[in-house]
């Protein structure tokens, strides 16, 4: 049984690959946009579903896992920037303070469908305005929810992490392993 990705996240495919599967990448075309009064949970609860539902049906026979992140902060939720002003923003919000990264997956194996939402808590050091404009200028914070990647130059930054540090980055990787191990497709890849 195959495992389809169904997400271009490369962070992703890094970290199932690390853990030791090999996932076909299969991105899920999707309007990610919150609802509104649409809490993070709840947010990324329902993008991972559509998400797996929606490559699901073009891989009947594959296990299909859909995954979505976010940062939220005072229960705003905190998507990728929209420009470095925005990144700026998200980073002046989360300077000094703990937060959340919300990630929903869920795995769909025919019409089968596990859900699940992880939440570790991280907390970032006080940024000066300096530190804030060297972040932006590496380019590390584009296409990042929050604006960072904790994972890279932004962990210097890191003084605390509550939770799964591979959800920051992604993905529950425990998660997906817990529901892969009783598939046949974890029996031949670990």
């Given amino acids: 049984m195959d495992l389809v990705l169904a997400s271009a996240s490369p962070r992703r495919v890094e970290l199932l690959r690390a853990a030791g599967f090999q996932p076909v990448v299969?991105?899920?075309d999707l309007d990610e946009t919150a609802l509104p009064?649409?809490?993070p949970a709840a947010h990324v609860a329902r993008l991972a579903r559509a998400k797996a539902d929606a490559i699901a049906a073009r891989y009947p026979a594959a296990a299909v896992l859909g995954a979505d992140t976010v940062v939220?902060?005072?229960?705003?939720?905190?998507g990728k920037p929209r420009d470095d002003d925005d990144a700026r923003r998200m980073l002046g919000r989360l300077a000094g303070r703990?937060?959340?990264?919300?990630?929903?997956v869920a795995l769909a194996?025919?019409?089968?469908?596990?859900?699940?939402v992880a939440m570790s808590e991280v907390r970032l050091a006080p940024l000066s305005r300096?530190?804030?404009?060297?972040?932006?200028?590496?380019g590390e914070s584009r296409d990042k929810a929050g604006a960072y990647a904790i994972q890279g130059l932004a962990s210097r930054y890191v003084t605390g992490i509550q939770g799964s540090y591979s959800n920051v980055v992604g993905l529950p990787v425990a998660v997906v392993y817990r529901w892969l191990r009783e598939l046949p497709v974890i029996h031949s890849q670990h």
């Fill in 26 to 28: 299969v991105p899920a």
């Fill in 37 to 39: 009064g649409e809490t």
């Fill in 72 to 78: 939220a902060i005072d229960d705003e939720i905190l």
């Fill in 98 to 104: 703990a937060h959340q990264v919300y990630t929903g």
């Fill in 109 to 116: 194996v025919g019409a089968d469908i596990r859900a699940e």
């Fill in 130 to 138: 300096e530190e804030i404009e060297w972040y932006i200028a590496s």
